[in-house]
């Protein structure tokens, strides 16, 4: 699918922008806000477009509108699940930890290979490579350069 607003692929990854963004339960300002987010940064997946809203999905499943200007391309991933991950030196169980991410730290992704099981990312000053399984924030088998 193509956004009617913007051309571009649905769904598709972006972030949040500000450290402050209402998600509203329809696509306009007279809307009720359900939700307002404190997380710059944090991944959402944008599922649908309306003129300058966007509808999107956050990492536990919820569903709402925010404008386009509270969103960046930037693409960025959550750990997800219960149990600290390990960001490994190159993309193997076996190689070394650069660094133990806890469930809820965002970073950015610098690159996912089609298909492949692991992705190069950032965290701060650290770079190393996740399993794709344990963040959120690209699609199953996406290619992210």
Not at 87 to 96: E, I, K, T, V
Request: aromatic share 8%; proline share 7%.
């Amino acid at each position: 699918h193509i956004g009617s607003a913007t051309g571009l692929p649905l769904p598709r990854f972006v972030s949040l922008r500000a450290d402050a963004v209402n998600m509203r339960v329809g696509p306009g300002d007279a809307y009720p806000i359900q939700w307002v987010y404190h997380r710059v940064g944090l991944p959402v997946e944008v599922l649908r477009e309306y003129d300058v809203w966007r509808l999107v999905v956050d990492v536990d499943g919820t569903k709402g509108w925010v404008h386009e200007a509270t969103l960046v391309g930037g693409r960025r991933f959550v750990v997800i699940g219960q149990d600290p991950v390990v960001m490994r030196h190159r993309p193997l169980d076996s190689a070394n930890a650069e660094a133990d991410l806890m469930p809820g730290v965002i970073g950015s992704i610098e690159r996912c290979d089609a298909g492949a099981a692991w992705c190069r990312v950032r965290v701060a000053h650290h770079r190393g490579w996740l399993p794709r399984a344990a963040f959120w924030g690209s699609l199953p088998g996406e290619e992210i350069h």
